[in-house]
Structures are given as structure tokens and as C-alpha cells.
């Protein structure tokens, strides 16, 4: 099995990137996207990815959800930009909240990655609670303290989840 942990490291590390996610809500419950990031580590986040040049955030978006999740989204209102710094990756994220318009929610690719080392290991809808049952460690720290779906509509501001937060 290859390394996927030096194949990320490799493809998106060392470098900032600008990404886009979506937060989609159904039936009280986030769409989250586990990714697998090496030996044993994963990560859950919502869809999302790097921008692409000549795009803008909404087409990036769009783009992205299709690769992931196979829905077609419409792009809603803007919620906030965080900034993930972990090296060797460094991004700044910008959060949207997003509408399903079609599709049925399948397990994308990252076409990024070669079809035997793909990243992406689940996609679901998750309740509050079991959002907060996946340990600290593997998600996004956006979703540390996330109490309840009110919560993500009132983030506003810049975190860089260093107790830093510029409103």
C-alpha cells in the first residue's frame, strides 16, 4: 500500500492554498466527508477542496461538491474564513452554507489523487451528536465546539484557532 500520508504531503503541503467549503444541512443533520490521511489518522470535514484558478468561489464550490458527493449545490450565504495551519498544510478556508438542487449523495473522488490512493473514505449526514463524538484530533476545529446547528449561522470573523479571533 502506498504511503498516503507523503502522497498528501507531497500534493498539497508546503504551500498555501485557498479552499472553499460547504456546509449543507438536512433533516438537522451536516454533511461531512471523511478523509483518510494516513496510517490510521482520518479527518472529517464538510466537501470541499482547492480553488482553481479562473474560477470563482461558487463554481469551485459547485465543482467540488460534484467530485465529493455527487449533489449539485446552489451557494448560499457566506459564514466565515478560518485559516488551518498544520504543516505542511497551510489554507485559508472560506465556509459557505450550501442547498442541495439535485442528485443523490453517492462517495466522490479527489480527482487529485490517483485512483488507487483516493483520500476519500465516507460521506453522511451527521447529527450534532455524532459530530461531537469524533474525537478533537479528527475534524476540523470549527466543529470542536459546535453545540447546535444555530451555532453555525452566528459564526462571523476570522479564526486561526490559535485563541485568536479577529471580528
Known amino acids: 500500500m502506498q504511503n498516503i500520508e507523503k502522497d498528501i504531503h507531497e500534493k498539497f503541503g508546503g504551500r498555501l492554498r485557498t479552499r472553499v467549503n460547504g456546509i449543507l444541512i438536512e433533516e438537522d443533520k451536516i454533511l461531512m466527508v471523511k478523509h483518510r490521511m494516513g496510517e490510521n489518522k482520518s479527518f472529517w470535514n464538510v466537501p470541499g477542496g482547492g480553488m482553481d484558478y479562473n474560477s470563482n468561489a461558487a463554481e469551485n464550490l459547485q465543482r467540488e461538491y460534484l467530485?465529493?458527493?455527487?449533489?449539485?449545490?446552489?451557494?448560499?450565504?457566506?459564514?466565515?474564513?478560518?485559516?488551518?495551519?498544520?504543516?505542511?498544510?497551510?489554507?485559508?478556508?472560506?465556509?459557505?452554507?450550501?442547498?442541495?438542487?439535485?442528485?443523490?449523495?453517492?462517495k466522490g473522488i479527489d480527482p487529485e489523487m490517483p485512483p488507487d490512493r483516493q483520500v476519500i473514505e465516507a460521506v453522511e449526514f451527521m447529527s450534532i451528536n455524532a459530530i461531537k463524538a469524533i474525537k478533537n484530533s479528527e475534524k476540523h476545529q470549527l466543529f470542536w465546539n459546535l453545540n447546535s446547528l444555530k451555532d453555525i449561522r452566528i459564526w462571523k470573523g476570522y479564526f486561526n484557532f490559535e485563541n485568536k479571533c479577529i471580528k
Open 67 to 106: 467530485e465529493e458527493t455527487g449533489l449539485e449545490i446552489e451557494v448560499m450565504d457566506f459564514l466565515t474564513v478560518t485559516e488551518f495551519l498544520q504543516p505542511p498544510l497551510h489554507a485559508i478556508e472560506l465556509f459557505f452554507e450550501v442547498k442541495r438542487k439535485s442528485g443523490n449523495l453517492i
